[in-house]
Every structure is written in C-alpha cells, then in structure tokens.
C-alpha cells in the first residue's frame, strides 16, 4: 500500500525541503517522490544534509514539467492546503484520509497522490481543482502553515498509522473485485471533451465561464466514476456532437440512434 502512495510536490525552492521530505517519507516507509517544475536543484549539499539517510529517494527522484504529467495514472489525488479556497471543494481531515487508503488502494491499479505546494503561495486555484478532494492539516488559524516538509510529515504519517492498522486488521475475506477507476489522464480527456461539447452546443461561453468547468468537474471527482462509465459518458457526448452538427443548416442527414450509440 505504501508503494502506491505518490508524494508530489510543486514548484519547491527550497532544496533543504526536498531533503526533508525525501527523510520523512523514508521514515514512514513512502518511497515515491516526484517533483513538478521545481525552482531550484534538487540535489544540493543542504538537501542531502536534510535527508539525512534518505537522499536516495532524492536520486530517485522523478522530475516533471506539470501536475498532470505528475498525477497521471493516479486514481485519486488529495491537494494539501494551508487555507480555504473561493469554491469550496471536498475536505479531508488527515485522519479520514489515512483511513480511506486501504479501500482506496484494494484495486491493482490503484494510486493516491498527496500534492503539496510552493513554499511561498501554496497550490494555486487551477491545481486544485485538478485533486479530487483537499486536505488540511488542523493548525493555529491565526498561524496556519506549515513548513513543507512538515506538512509531508504530517500526512505521510497518518498514511503509515492506516497501513499498520489495515495490516493488523488483515482477514481472510476478499471483498467483491474492484471496477478500475478511471485515471487523472482519462478524466483530463473526459473534461476537455466535456467543455468542447459544451461550446458546440451553446450552452458554454468560455468568455463567461462562471465557474461551470469547475462545478463540473467539483461534480465529476465527487463520483469518482469508473473507467466504464467514463467512457460511457464520452459516448454521449460524441453522440451529442454528431447530433449538434446535424442540425447546421448544411448538416448530413440524422444517424438513426443504433448508428449514434455505436459512436466509441
Ligand atoms: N504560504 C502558503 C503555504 C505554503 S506551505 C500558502 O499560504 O498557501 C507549503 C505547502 O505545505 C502548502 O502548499 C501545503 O501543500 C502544505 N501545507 C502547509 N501547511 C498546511 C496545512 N496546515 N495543511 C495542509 N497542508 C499544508
């Protein structure tokens, strides 16, 4: 389980950070580092000094451009964030999440990303509206942000203790096989499919998007949907475009519905 827990963080600037995060995840038996667009080397004397033992996972280390390059093939990820945000989005106590792991983590191509922000501004708006829920850690409300790596701390503990009670809690029953859910890339799809279908039919304005891709997408994570019904639910928007574009003045005659539904 713990193999399958991603510590992502973006735009770090501070390389003692990225060693103490690599020393904490290590103490916790995390082992999956990657880096997004950081603002600073990675492998520095100070962050080996901060690891203290664990600059391997500082090596080991994959570095990326963007979030998504980073969250890919992960089926849920959990923003980790110091205040509230304008549109409120699911929360997560750390508690709740270190409990919801094992479930989230049965099926075999499961991955959580816990993503972590900048030393300075935090995770902006767009990135978290890419994480399926927020976690916050309770603090201070008058002094509420952690040091990065604290902050990693925190959670990658909270991952360690749900790890030791799921082992203990082991039994001989096997639950019902897990549908795969669909993947961050597979949504990612699904939403710029989404929002196209939306402006050919009118009924989005990019020049007025009031927060409708955001609602949306609010909604969609929500569901956590399936592979299946993702692509379930791009069959009706291929068929909604086919549709649309039928009814232009210059359109080819309608699909009968068979013909529609048969649209990948
Ligand atoms: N000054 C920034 C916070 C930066 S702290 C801001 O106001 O947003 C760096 C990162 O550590 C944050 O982006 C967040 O991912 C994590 N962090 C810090 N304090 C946290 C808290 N109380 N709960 C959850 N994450 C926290």
Known sequence: M????????IGTSHPGNIGATARAMHNMGLTDLVLVAPRCEPLTSESISRASGADHLVHQAKVVDTLEQAVADCTLAVGASARSRTLPWPMITPRALGERLPQELAGADARVALVFGREDSGLSNAELQRCHAHVHIPTNPDFSSLNLAAAVQVLAYECRLAWLAAAGAETEQEEEPHQPLASHDELEHYFAHLERTLIAIGFHDPALPRQLMARLRRFTLRARPER?????LRGILAATEK??????????????????????
Request: overall charge negative.
């Open 2 to 9: 713990l193999d399958r827990i991603r510590i992502v963080l």
């Open 228 to 232: 299946m019904e993702l692509n379930i």
């Open 243 to 264: 549709g649309a574009a039928a009814q232009r003045p210059d359109a080819a005659p309608l699909q009968s519905p068979e013909e529609a539904r048969r649209e990948p």
